[in-house]
């Protein structure tokens, strides 16, 4: 059966709104109804009609998310509404205040609603929806002026690219909503424990990975960061009648945009001071950071009557929460060098109790961040444990007296004395010496290291040791130790017994797979997750040396700068050296193991071949459904995933449509039988 283009155009409109379901479940909701695999065929099926129609491709399909090429630069947004900012209250005398106030102005005594919710420590964005399509998406900019970061907030899987429709109601005519982006707090540590391991600077707060990473002008950068945003304020309404804050958030959350659990409604400012007792209380538990409360009046016709004064409402207030912090002293500032040659400043401190752990450094991150806070040898600084155990210098508390000299980056490697490079207009300055010791060491440290190649034993005292006795310069090495026991053995702390386990542990990582040994080579921008997605691209670590720049940016999720790093780590003749040496002294790096739900679209489903196929007989489809994973049965039910119809199919046909199974052609079966060769993962 052929099917024609309005059938076809039909059919990506009934997929769109299930993955755009399914998406607000998983994403919003958090609570999803199919697997992964599920969602992933009903995404295939779209893209394949998309393919084959490209003129049916809507903006607002779910497959347009990561679609944007590279932007040269953003676009200005003006604002339909300026974006204002808030007054702060600093205690609960100040909040009382601001409610008395309200009530003044209002000119009544009785007790005025409020809703109070989570002040969230992300990046404001107003989201545009125009007859609940997604039209634009803006940063706040100067709360008149925004940029235009519309391709990167549509990799944000919890900014619906079409609302829902309400139960109640019906779809505003034009909605502008504002919220706040945020990185979640897990998300942020893996993103930064991966850049460590890539020799990458760290980030310094959730808030600020967020923005960097919505400021992206590559969106595919932005879709690998798994931003979550909450929706919290409205911009300009049509075609909506919300009378109240409450309303309106309750509105939202029927439209599919998501929307923080722990707002509160309250009676009075009493009820409000209470909610911020508790969430003060509560906030370490949160995923995300929270830097307070915001507390609103919730008639938006008294808001009106309260109006606003310079850029900021008089009928709202952020009450900051207490941060967990402490003063210490600066005893200076060291200068520590990371695997690729990396220089980053660090705080170190006199030691002092917070939150149950002692602090003794904190890292200023790079010379950019020591001149915005001005930290100095002997200053006493305000320090805070910002997510949950990476300390964090705040600001300088009172100048040292005397006072070191303001901090510059030295000129010469502190480990190697080696030339310090430094590229204009980036933050970053490292060392060039390939041979630092410092960058040897943190290289044999990463090599050694759990998601690596596993070498127990190998700890950063041993590492340093080897290093500076000159046993080992370079990764082949390790596997040389073994002609060098005596020597080994005469290191300090060592002895016999441990010398041997080295040595043992040295041997068992002698049989590795090909993802460990591309993560251990420790290429600038490889860590764990590109490692496994080379190593399912390339059967050897030849293989991958001679990979052009072309070959490695068409795989999926790498990008010119991560291609290009790769180009760069191999055409080094000195890496070429040390990579081969390195290879011929490991007995067997074994390729991936592809599991079959993995290589397959179809694993897990259930089908119902009805009809005449035509480029295979029922028999033979079945036979590659199942070889594929997949299951086959003869009659519809509502657990049946799919219905392929062929040329005068039966009542199966029928059947399916009325308990509303999804209908396949003989094609798109094909596409999703032939679909198994690369990886299955979107991105969830
Ligand atoms: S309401 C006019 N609600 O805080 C009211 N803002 O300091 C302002 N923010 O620019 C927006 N959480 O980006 C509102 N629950 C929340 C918020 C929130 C964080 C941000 C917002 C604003 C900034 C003002």
Known sequence: MRHTKEEKAAEAAR?????????????????????????????????????????????????????????????????????????????????????????????????????????FDGLAVALTYENGRLRSAATRGDGLNGEDVTANVKTVRSVPLRLLAPEAGSIPTL????????????????????????????????????????????????????????????????????????????????????????????PNIEAALEYWQEMS??????????????????????????????????????????????ETRVLRISVQVGRIGFLTPVAQLEPVALGGVTIASASLHNLDEVRRKDVRQG??????????????LVRVARKGEPRGPEFSMPARCPECAGAVAHEEGEAGYFCVNVNCPARVRESIRHFASKTCLDIEGLGEQLVGQ???KGLVKELADLYELKDRRA??????????????????????????????????????????????????????????????????????????????????????????RAVKRLRQRLREVRAPARAPQH????????????????????????EKIHAAGGRISSAVSARTDFVVAGREPGSKLDEAKKLGVSIISEEELRALLGAGAGRTSHGR
Not at 178 to 198: S, Y
Not at 600 to 608: E, H, M, Q, R
């Open 15 to 119: 997929l769109r709104d299930f993955i755009n379901y399914h998406n607000y479940r998983y994403y919003v909701l958090d609570d999803p109804e199919v697997s992964d695999a599920e969602y992933d065929t009903l995404m295939r099926l779209l893209q394949a009609i998309e393919r084959e129609y490209p003129d049916l491709v809507t903006p607002d399909s779910p497959t347009q998310r990561v679609g944007a090429a590279p932007a040269e630069k953003f676009g200005i947004v003006v604002h339909r509404r300026p974006m204002l900012s808030l007054a702060n209250a600093l205690d609960a005398g100040e909040m009382r205040e601001f409610d008395a106030r309200v009530k003044r102005m209002l000119g009544s005594e009785a007790d005025v609603e409020y809703v109070a919710e989570i002040k």
């Open 175 to 266: 909605l502008e909503v504002r919220g706040e982006v945020i990185l979640p707090r897990r998300a942020f540590e893996k993103l930064n424990a991966e850049r460590e391991q890539r020799g990458e600077p760290l980030f310094a707060n959730p808030r600020n990975a967020a923005a960097g990473s919505l400021r992206q002008l590559d969106p595919r950068v932005s879709a690998a960061r798994p931003l979550d945003i909450y929706c919290h304020s409205p911009g300009v309404v049509e075609g909506a009648r919300w009378a109240t804050q409450w309303e309106f958030l309750e509105g939202l959350k029927a439209l599919g945009l998501k929307v923080n659990p722990h707002n509160r409604l309250c």
């Open 281 to 326: 209380e509560r906030r370490g538990r949160l995923d995300y950071e929270a830097d307070g409360v915001v507390v609103k009046v919730n008639s938006f016709a008294l808001q009106q009557r309260l109006g606003e004064v310079s850029r900021a409402p008089r009928w709202a207030v952020a009450y900051k929460f207490k941060a967990q912090q402490a």
């Open 379 to 392: 200053d006493t600084v305000l320090v805070e444990r910002a997510g949950d155990v990476i300390p964090y």
């Open 466 to 468: 080897l290093v500076e």
């Open 487 to 576: 020597e080994l053995v005469a290191l300090e702390r060592m002895g016999a017994k441990s010398a041997d386990n080295l040595l043992a542990s040295i041997e068992r990582s002698r049989t590795t797979t090909l993802e460990r040994l591309i993560n251990g080579l420790g290429i600038r921008h490889v860590g764990e997750s590109t490692a496994r997605q080379l190593a399912l691209e390339f059967a050897a670590v030849e293989e991958l040396a001679e990979a052009s720049q072309e070959r490695l940016e068409s795989i999926r999720d790498i990008g010119p700068e991560v291609a290009r790093s790769i180009r760069e780590y191999f055409t080094e003749p000195r890496n070429q």
């Open 599 to 622: 290589q397959s679209a179809v694993a897990g489903l259930s089908f119902v071949l009805t009809g005449v196929l035509e480029t295979m007989t029922r028999g033979e489809a079945a």
